[in-house]
């Protein structure tokens, strides 16, 4: 189980130190763009030296507004490639430097993207070798709930699952990130990229969402109320974020999952997440004391962020 070091002390240090200050590894990647049926697209980017074409998959899906420069992507497909393993990050659409073509772009309950981008991956790069899956953040709840609506027919898709900081009740989130304060710091980090996206949107598609709302917003619950919800056939922020959450679906999962949320994460409510009842036999909650937003710095400063990886790595292994 994951513990904080010494040095790195309160949840928002441990959240914003390593996503920061902590260095990333440098991996070399190539990149792949897949049309999508509804005729938009998506990047991948692979590692370009991985491991030989019989060693395992890794996919990752970022968390908002990630992508594969993320540290966490970073950590995750350097180790990967330490292993000899083979590993990837799927970009939700509009996070791979591009714009994407539609008014649509992604959301923390679109299963139906992650349907298609792991089937696909399948079929195209593991066909012969063990997929495994990993998910943080909105990525990890979009993951979580896709694997609690397939149930069974997930089952030689993937061979593993993992999900890190999943926000597993979206409205305890968004009541969170509401609040005066610290919140948000984090609010305007998010909504550097969000709300300029959210203008070019608007110019190639007026009336699409809520343009004024977009502007003053200043937490989630304004931002998809006047956005989100809109952009992806929702009546209301709290319709999103009830059809979206992830916590309802984890007691039908049935591939080996290992769910990770730190009991101190700024973003998630300890008071949002499902207990072992509520969960399938096959999913393993870690709920660790510390940790902050996907953050899990080890070692003296300025710290490293191997542990995650390294952490999700085993855990696929022990399940081949």
């Not at 070798?129 to 027919?153: D, T």
């Not at 304004?222 to 979206?244: C, I, M, N």
């Not at 997440?273 to 999913?283: G, H, I, M, W, Y």
């Not at 996907?294 to 696929?316: E, S, T, Y």
Request: net charge neutral; aromatic share 10%; hydrophobic share 40%.
């Amino acid at each position: 189980m994951y513990q904080s070091p010494w040095w790195l002390v309160g949840a928002h240090a441990q959240t914003i130190w390593p996503a920061v200050v902590c260095p990333r590894p440098k991996v070399k990647l190539r990149r792949v763009r897949w049309e999508t049926p509804d005729h938009d697209f998506i990047d991948l980017d692979l590692l370009d030296e991985s491991g030989p074409c019989e060693s395992p998959w890794v996919l990752l899906f970022h968390g908002l507004e990630g992508s594969s420069e993320s540290h966490y992507s970073r950590a995750l497909l350097a180790q990967a490639q330490a292993r000899g393993w083979q590993a990837a990050v799927a970009h939700f659409r509009g996070c791979s430097g591009e714009l994407n073509r539609l008014a649509r772009s992604y959301h923390s309950g679109d299963s139906a993207e992650i349907d298609w981008v792991v089937r696909r991956f399948k079929r195209e790069f593991a066909s012969d070798q063990r997929l495994y899956v990993a998910g943080v953040s909105l990525g990890g709840n979009a993951l979580m709930k896709w694997a609690g609506e397939q149930g069974p027919q997930a089952q030689g898709v993937a061979q593993a699952l993992a999900a890190v900081c999943p926000p597993q009740d979206l409205e305890a989130g968004a009541i969170v990130l509401g609040k005066p304060g610290i919140a948000q710091i984090y609010m305007r980090n998010f909504f550097q990229t969000l709300k300029p996206k959210s203008e070019a949107k608007w110019k190639r598609y007026p009336n699409s969402f809520d343009l004024k709302g977009m502007r003053q917003a200043r937490n989630f619950a304004q931002f998809d109320e006047a956005v989100t919800a809109p952009l992806h056939g929702f009546a209301s922020a709290k319709q999103y974020w009830d059809r979206s959450s992830c916590r309802p679906f984890l007691k039908s999962i049935a591939l080996p999952t290992l769910v990770i949320n730190p009991l101190n994460d700024p973003f998630v409510p300890a008071s949002g997440l499902a207990n072992v009842n509520e969960v399938s036999a096959q999913v393993l909650l870690e709920y660790p004391a510390t940790g902050g937003h996907v953050g899990f710095a080890q070692g003296g400063p300025p710290g490293n962020i191997d542990w995650l990886a390294q952490r999700l790595l085993n855990f696929f292994a022990d399940h081949g």
